[in-house]
C-alpha cells in the first residue's frame, strides 16, 4: 500500500497493519473534491488487496473531519501531493451529469468502505458535515472528540443527502429516528450523536488518536479472516432472512474452522495462554 501525501489526504502506517488517513487541508475544513475522491478510493482498494493492512483509521487535521464537498473550485493547495489516478471532469453540469458524477465519483467513496473487509475507524477530531459524515456512517467504528459537531443539513440548500447517508442513519437509528434527523436538518455535538447511537465512544480531544489507535491495535492484533468474514457477514445479515443469514454464516464457518487461526485458538485455550493469531499474516 502506498503511502505519503495524494490529493487531500496523507496515509502513514503504525504497527501492526494500521492504515492512517488523515484529510490534511485544515484551512478549507478538509472539504472533499472528486481529485480526493478518486485518490481516496484508489487507496481503499489497495489497503482491500494488501493482506499486511489489517485496520484503516480515517482522521482530519485542525478543526474539521470534513466539512463535506468543497464547492469552491480551487485547486488543492499542496504541491507535494501525489495524484494517484488521472483527472477526469467531475460532471454535475446537467441532470445526467449529476446522475453520472454520484454513481462514478462521490458514491464509490462510501461504497469502498463499507465494502473494505479490513475494519475501519472514524476518529472525529472536529466537524464532520453531509460528504464526511456520510463517511463515517460507512465505517464500522466512529469515536468522537467531545468538541466534533456532525449531521447533514442538506435541507438547508434543498439539496439531497445524495452519497448513502440516509440508508446508513436508517442503518444505526431506525426509520424514525432518521426521519427526525434528516428532515429537521440537525447537526448534533459528540454526546448527543452517542445517545442517538452515531458513534460509539466520546473522548476528550487530546486523547482521540490514542485511543482511536488503541482500539485499531485490539482489533488488528485479533484473528483477521474470521474477523473479516464477521463483519461481511454481520452486514449481511441486515439485509436477509433468518434462513438466509443461516445459511450465509455456515459457509463461512466452513473455512474459518478449518483456519490455522481456530487451531492455534483451540491449543492456546487448552495451554490456558493467549493466542497468538495471524502467523499466516507474518510469512507475507
Not at 487541508?25 to 480526493?36: A, I, K, S, V
Not at 488488528?220 to 468474514?229: E, V
Not at 452486514?235 to 492455534?264: G, S
Request: proline fraction near 4%.
Amino acid at each position: 500500500m502506498q503511502t505519503g501525501k495524494f490529493r487531500g489526504f496523507e496515509v502513514t502506517l503504525h504497527d501492526p497493519g494500521i492504515a492512517l488517513l488523515t484529510f490534511n487541508q485544515p484551512e478549507r475544513l478538509n472539504g472533499m473534491t472528486h481529485h480526493l475522491k478518486r485518490d481516496l478510493v484508489e487507496t481503499l482498494l489497495q489497503a482491500q488487496m494488501d493482506d499486511a493492512i489489517r485496520v484503516v483509521v480515517f482522521t482530519g487535521s485542525g478543526r474539521a473531519f470534513s466539512a463535506g464537498d468543497d464547492i469552491s473550485g480551487r485547486p488543492l493547495g499542496d504541491r507535494e501531493a501525489q495524484a494517484l489516478v488521472p483527472n477526469i471532469p467531475s460532471g454535475h453540469n446537467n441532470p445526467t451529469g449529476t446522475y453520472n458524477g454520484l454513481r462514478g465519483l462521490s458514491q464509490p467513496v462510501n461504497l469502498a468502505v463499507r465494502h473494505l473487509d479490513k475494519l475501519t475507524i472514524a476518529a472525529l477530531n472536529g466537524v464532520a458535515i453531509q460528504t464526511g459524515f456520510s463517511l463515517a456512517l460507512a465505517c464500522d467504528f466512529r469515536i468522537a472528540s467531545s468538541e466534533a459537531r456532525m449531521g447533514s443539513a442538506t435541507l438547508r440548500f434543498g439539496l439531497l443527502q445524495d452519497e448513502g447517508g440516509q440508508y446508513l442513519l436508517v442503518q444505526l437509528m431506525g426509520v424514525a429516528k432518521t426521519m427526525d434527523f434528516l428532515m429537521r436538518k440537525r447537526i448534533v455535538s459528540a454526546p448527543e450523536a452517542l445517545a442517538l447511537g452515531l458513534v460509539h465512544e466520546v473522548v476528550a480531544p487530546d486523547e482521540l488518536l490514542n485511543r482511536t489507535l488503541d482500539l485499531a491495535r485490539e482489533l488488528a492484533n485479533g484473528p483477521q479472516a474470521a474477523m473479516r468474514m464477521l463483519k461481511r457477514s454481520i452486514y449481511n445479515a441486515a439485509e436477509m432472512t433468518f434462513t438466509q443469514a443461516l445459511d450465509e454464516i455456515a459457509a463461512k464457518t466452513a473455512v474459518t474452522d478449518h483456519h490455522p487461526d481456530a487451531a492455534e485458538g483451540m491449543t492456546a485455550f487448552q495451554e490456558k495462554r493467549t493466542p497468538r493469531f495471524n502467523r499466516w499474516l507474518e510469512t507475507k
